[in-house]
């Protein structure tokens, strides 16, 4: 199935890096997931590969997937845009194989376009996770505590890249987001959204709420964040599922960090399966939880490693929701200690130990399926159709901060008028920083030291 954008008509006259930057600046493009690292900081004429990222690393999301089924045309020409630009000579698709519309609409695009290829990934988690990614499409080992450009690689989600075609070819900014609602809803969907709109209201478009007692999770079962009905899609927002307050996965986020030590102390046996299945550890980073958990339950800090190489942990929660046959917490008390080193001005390694790709690492990868099986997800493991249609507000509430870096700086005043895409704050000066643009048509009727509210009176 070949993608929808049959008019793209990118200008092919030849775009210098730093009016690549400028544009992606201006238009306020961030990475469409995880941690919002504002996109120009990204492009570098160090870049040797290119890879777009269309692998949904969490269970249950489905937007990149259908994104690229729907958009191949304009993606991949705006990758080719962007390599020809910074000189990077290959341009890698990495998607999962079981993605079989997706992957028809790239080949129907890159049949006579030898610098794009594809690379299918294996059907496990946490392949999506951008190291991982790297490593499966590529073979290269981002060092630990490093970067991507590092081993002359940058890496673009879906709608990331779809934004930068829509930035480039029709100057417009980032304005909606697409999202999964998936979990204990009458109708999972994928939704068209303003920014800004509530989780609430985003829920709302798949029908009725099949709970009684539940609770919104933004993200994914795995590293997702359980959220409130009021707070905000935002330029990063992915999914919202909606589980029942006694899952196990719901139980795992809302357990208490002295109990979970209390645990470990009294039934860490350690039989090192969380060390054993770490996605970050089998590619020869230097994170080992059973050894933290050995020397944070017995206070023995005779060796310091177990404690600093907590940096080097990604966070993905395998350990604690797959691994542990105890079912104790090693990732939330990874975390733990990790902002407190932070918190305490403890540095991060400078040189820290790469060991070799572990020789077994293919066969300890946990497939998808068995993961959703592991934690309970089977029954809301649905196909979540994308309706490309934007959908209405009645009024947005605009975060001023959606990215890694600098706040956005309000350039607007209340009961001034304001159209869908036009500048709201701009990019703070001199600092990693991007603006923020209506979403909606309207009038600023709030201006707070954290964002701006847009209400539409008509």
Do not use: W
Not at 277 to 287: D, E, F, K, S, V
Request: aromatic fraction near 6%; charge should be negative; glycine fraction near 6%.
């Amino acid at each position: 199935m070949a993608g929808t954008d049959n008019t793209m008509t990118i200008d092919q006259q030849d775009m210098t890096i730093d009016e690549l930057k400028a544009v992606l600046q201006e238009y306020g493009i961030a990475g469409a997931g995880g941690a919002g690292f504002p996109s120009y900081g990204k492009i570098s004429d160090k870049i040797e590969t290119l890879i777009l990222n269309c692998a949904e690393c969490e269970p249950l999301i489905k937007v990149h997937r259908q994104m690229l089924a729907l958009h191949a045309k304009g993606i991949i020409a705006a990758l080719k845009r962007v390599a020809k630009t910074v000189g990077a000579t290959k341009i890698l698709i990495a998607v999962k194989p079981s993605y079989k519309e997706a992957i028809e609409a790239v080949e129907a695009e890159i049949i006579h376009t030898p610098e794009v290829e594809l690379r299918f990934l294996k059907e496990a988690y946490p392949v999506g996770d951008e190291v991982i990614t790297i490593y499966e499409a590529t073979g290269k080992v981002v060092p630990p505590g490093s970067i991507p450009i590092e081993v002359g690689v940058a890496v673009f989600n879906v709608e990331t890249a779809y934004n930068i075609y829509l930035a480039i070819e029709k100057r417009q900014p980032v304005m909606s987001k697409y999202l999964t609602i998936a979990g204990e809803v009458e109708h999972p969907i994928t939704v068209k959204l303003p920014i800004g709109m509530s989780v609430k209201e985003a829920v709302s478009f798949a029908g009725a709420i099949t709970t009684k007692d539940y609770v919104y999770l933004a993200g994914g079962p795995m590293t997702g964040s359980i959220v409130k009905g009021h707070d905000l899609i935002t330029k990063t927002s992915n999914a919202i599922l909606v589980l029942p307050s006694d899952h196990a996965v719901i139980r795992k986020k809302n357990s208490n960090a002295v109990i979970d030590m209390q645990r470990a102390m009294a039934s860490c046996c350690q039989c090192r399966m969380c060390t054993d299945l770490c996605p970050r550890y089998l590619l020869g980073h230097p994170i080992e939880p059973h050894e933290f958990m050995r020397s944070a339950t017995t206070g023995v800090t005779k060796n310091l490693s177990p404690f600093l190489d907590t940096y080097f942990c990604s966070s993905c929660g395998l350990c604690e929701m797959f691994s542990c046959m105890q079912n104790l917490s090693p990732r939330s008390l990874i975390n733990s200690y990790k902002n407190g080193l932070i918190q305490n001005g403890v540095k991060k390694p400078e040189h820290p130990k790469q060991s070799p790709v572990n020789l077994i690492r293919d066969y300890r990868m946990v497939p998808e399926e068995r993961l959703i099986a592991r934690i309970d997800l089977e029954k809301y493991d649905e196909q979540a159709p994308l309706t490309e249609e934007l959908q209405p507000a009645d009024s947005v509430k605009l975060l001023l901060k959606q990215h890694i870096g600098a706040p956005a700086v309000g350039v607007v005043v209340i009961g001034q008028s304001v159209v869908r895409g036009e500048m709201i704050a701009k990019a703070a000066p001199g600092t990693l920083s991007i603006p923020v643009h209506a979403s909606i048509d309207g009038v600023i009727t709030e201006i707070g030291e954290t964002y701006i509210t847009i209400s539409n009176i008509s």
